[in-house]
């Protein structure tokens, strides 16, 4: 356990810590013509399309359009650190022949407000986006695959993002630090979301997985990224009023929850273990439905859940006793247990079952 809340405040100490301050504001430089710098892309000696560097001087336009072609030839891709810490710019515009954006592209563009993707853009690289604190507006092409870590992170402005259904990945830290994030939209094709990728998000109102989700990871919506001790939960003004998790999650990892202001939850269908501290600081959630794949509920999973009093279970009183719960710090030992009936039971007892979609007790 130790080891755990260790490594907890050291990831949390590395994102917090990690150079968001590299860049000082600027005022903005005037606006004029500029060339953009290239590099040939080779195969077998002869140039077949190019990379993009940034400007040719250490200038910037407020509106930036990414050329499709150079000498007739292609760019694919955006290099790493082509724009970065350029403080003119406002706007940036992908064309359809970029494929990858490079690793701190546009790390720490203190204006810039808009991204719009081209259609062929397959990967977001690690940092591209982050530190960007007036960035409002993101609209991603339809063939994007991968979101890289810290891509996003600490984009303050950003309130709301619709993802493609062509995303498979969301990478450590993406989104860490968007304090103002209302709406995440996750499509079915997304198959992994890593550790902490929404940590910190803490205006987010709904979080609803898609089922082809198969893997999330540590930390990935804690409201109060950073924060692992045991002290009360912070502000609980913004409600997460709807949470969905995955029917094909098997487990729920540590701190994955951790101080959201969820109202109440199902847990998938094909979970098998909550982790601990997995919800711990949920000082708002009511009822949580537990299905019959759970096996282990580890210590401290339900830690300061004061408000829990309800626990739908989707099996029997004899299914329930068998799981292994942690004796430590966990607020789902007090509170009711409800078991299914698909009928309305002859004798007494706690049981409940679905009225559209809602468990209701008998």
């Given at each position: 356990m130790k080891f755990r809340i260790f490594a907890a405040v050291s990831l949390f100490a590395l994102i917090f810590a990690f150079g968001f301050t590299a860049c000082e504001p600027r005022e903005k430089p005037p606006i004029i013509e500029v060339d953009f710098k290239f590099t040939d892309i080779t195969e077998n000696g002869e140039t077949v399309g190019y990379t993009i560097d940034g400007f040719?001087?250490?200038?910037?336009?407020?509106?930036?359009?990414?050329?499709?072609?150079?000498?007739?030839?292609?760019?694919?891709?955006?290099?790493?650190?082509?724009?970065?810490?350029?403080?003119?710019?406002?706007?940036?515009?992908?064309?359809?022949?970029?494929?990858?954006?490079?690793?701190?592209?546009?790390?720490?563009?203190?204006?810039?407000?808009?991204?719009?993707?081209?259609?062929?853009?397959?990967?977001?690289?690690?940092?591209?986006?982050?530190?960007?604190?007036?960035?409002?507006?993101?609209?991603?092409g339809d063939k994007l695959k991968s979101i890289e870590d810290y891509a996003f992170?600490?984009?303050?402005?950003?309130?709301?993002?619709?993802?493609?259904?062509?995303?498979?990945?969301?990478?450590?830290?993406?989104?860490v630090g968007c304090e103002n994030l209302k709406k995440a939209g996750l499509n079915e094709g997304l198959k992994t979301i890593a550790d902490c990728a929404f940590g910190g998000c803490k205006s987010l109102?709904?979080?609803?997985?898609p089922e082809s989700l198969t893997s999330i990871g540590w930390g990935v919506i804690m409201f109060e990224a950073g924060s692992v001790g045991f002290v009360p939960p912070g502000?609980?003004?913004?409600?997460?009023?709807?949470?969905?998790?995955?029917?094909?999650?098997?487990?729920?990892?540590?701190?994955?929850?951790?101080?959201?202001?969820?109202s109440s939850v199902r847990i998938g269908?094909?979970?098998?273990?909550?982790?601990?501290?997995?919800?711990?600081?949920?000082?708002?959630?009511?009822?949580?439905?537990?299905?019959?794949?759970v096996m282990r509920i580890e210590s401290y999973a339900f830690y300061k859940c004061e408000s829990l009093s309800c626990?739908?279970?989707?099996?029997?009183?004899?299914?329930?006793?068998?799981?292994?719960?942690?004796?430590?710090?966990?607020?789902?030992?007090?509170?009711?247990?409800?078991?299914?009936s698909e009928t309305r039971p002859e004798t007494g007892g706690n049981y409940w079952h679905y009225e559209n979609g809602v468990p209701v007790s008998w």
């Open positions: 040719v001087d250490r200038v910037s336009l407020a509106d930036v359009v990414i050329p499709d072609s150079h000498n007739g030839l292609p760019v694919t891709a955006i290099n790493e650190k082509a724009f970065y810490c350029n403080p003119g710019i406002v706007s940036v515009t992908v064309s359809d022949s970029v494929k990858t954006v490079g690793k701190e592209a546009f790390y720490g563009c203190a204006n810039l407000k808009s991204i719009k993707f081209g259609n062929e853009v397959v990967t977001v690289g690690e940092l591209s986006f982050a530190d960007c604190p007036v960035l409002e507006t993101v609209d991603f992170s600490q984009c303050v402005s950003l309130s709301s993002v619709v993802f493609p259904s062509s995303l498979e990945s969301i990478g450590e830290c993406a989104f109102k709904e979080f609803i997985m502000d609980s003004s913004n409600k997460l009023t709807k949470i969905v998790i995955s029917d094909n999650i098997t487990e729920i990892p540590d701190f994955a929850f951790s101080k959201s202001n969820i269908k094909k979970v098998r273990t909550v982790r601990y501290s997995s919800f711990y600081g949920c000082g708002l959630l009511e009822s949580v439905v537990i299905p019959v794949s626990v739908y279970y989707e099996g029997t009183e004899e299914e329930w006793g068998k799981i292994i719960i942690g004796k430590n710090g966990n607020d789902i030992s007090s509170a009711d247990k409800y078991f299914y």
